[in-house]
């Protein structure tokens, strides 16, 4: 089971911690996972692989909307200094991108709220949030097997310790992503 799923667990009693507990980056809130092993990608079924090829003619309506609520929540946090938004590098690359994600990076020090508080606050108003990704160094196997320590990569470290994905689905309304908007801004504010 643990080696299907990229050798990741999410069991407290398993971790032994991402290197440097005495920083930000040892806070353990509910997104909190170690990779213990390296492991796979083997979790999809035939079934499942079925169903998505059947939603392969959807695919260009999915990605027009998950772009219309990327641009919806830029717009909804833009001038907020405690907020940094996700860009595209160019105009000419905004058709292309298909926005797996939408993260957030937010200054929790500037805020005075910790992550974990951030997302609790989010899931009492009915919003999932999540954190992607543990900067990999930082994993349990690669420091036990390589040696990587803290340190190694300091944006990703810094990144990791700011960001937060928040809802992006095609399904969500207009309604849904300005709920979203207003309780993000009534968190930082």
């Known amino acids: 089971r643990l080696l299907r799923t990229h050798g990741m667990t999410r069991t407290e009693g398993d971790f ?21 092993q390296l492991g796979y990608n ?14 392969l003619k959807r695919l260009p309506d ?8 990327v641009a919806r929540y830029n717009q909804g946090f833009a001038g907020i200094d405690s907020l940094k938004t996700p860009g595209i590098s160019s105009e000419k690359d905004r058709e292309h991108v298909s926005w797996h994600l939408y993260t957030l990076l937010i ?16 899931r009492e108003n009915n919003i999932g ?28 470290e810094h990144y990791y310790e700011q960001c937060l994905s928040l809802p992006l689905y095609p399904d ?8 979203v908007i207003s309780t993000v801004i009534n968190l930082v504010s």
């Open 172 to 179: 969500l309304t207009d309604e849904d992503v300005d709920h």
């Open 42 to 55: 083997y979790r999809i079924t035939d079934i499942q692989c079925a169903l998505g090829i059947s939603q």
């Open 107 to 122: 200054d929790y020090h500037a805020i005075g709220k910790s992550r974990s508080e951030v997302m609790a606050c989010l």
């Open 62 to 69: 999915f990605m027009r909307r998950r772009r219309d609520i």
């Open 16 to 36: 032994s911690g991402l290197g440097n507990e005495t920083s930000t980056l040892s806070e353990r809130g509910p997104w909190y996972y170690e990779m213990q």
């Open 129 to 156: 949030s999540q954190v992607l990704y543990i900067p990999v160094y930082l994993q349990p196997y690669y420091r036990d097997t390589y040696g990587y320590k803290p340190g190694k990569c300091p944006n990703a």
